[in-house]
């Protein structure tokens, strides 16, 4: 016999007879397992990043409720620290005791009280009018700014004291602003 003008012999003739039914099995064999590949490995990579996506979710929903959970904590650390409301004297009196520490006079006070937004805590804002030497000013208002964590200087308007003897001397308007929580209820006990 001759294959594509060559010469085959007999014994590779019908070798290549034998042969061709199981070629045709091991052909068939490789397709097939080539097509169960492809239909399985479609579905799997679909469900794989459905999994991924999912995990994914799950991660950003963790993190989501792990800062939820850390900022719910440092609320209540600032909550704790807040004073309550009827400590509010007290803190009229340390700054009326620190600028007379300073030689920095304040004729009077005028305080107001707010709501803050969500309600939970009251704004407190303490305005005064003092005068004085400039540096005795400026180390009460560093003082002022530097006494605690949640008082604050909201404004602060400055003029020059005009006069004979006023060379050194200026005025000042402050609003003071802090936050209160309201005082706890007390319990009284029995019915």
Known sequence: MALFGIKISPVVDRASRRLAPLALVTVAAIGAAAATSILYQGPSQYRLSRAVAAHEA?????VRRE???NTLEEMEAVWKVLPQRKEFP???L????LAQRDHVGIPGMNYTFQKAE???????????HTAGDYADIRRFIHRLESTGPYLFIESLDAARVTGSRASHRVAFNVRVVTFL??????TTGGA
């Open 58 to 62: 799950a991660r950003q929903t963790q």
């Open 118 to 128: 969500g309600g939970l805590a009251v704004k407190a804002s303490i305005t005064f």
């Open 181 to 186: 929580r309201s005082d706890q209820p007390t």
């Open 94 to 97: 340390a700054i009326s005791e």
């Open 90 to 92: 007290l803190l009229i």
């Open 67 to 69: 800062v939820a959970r």
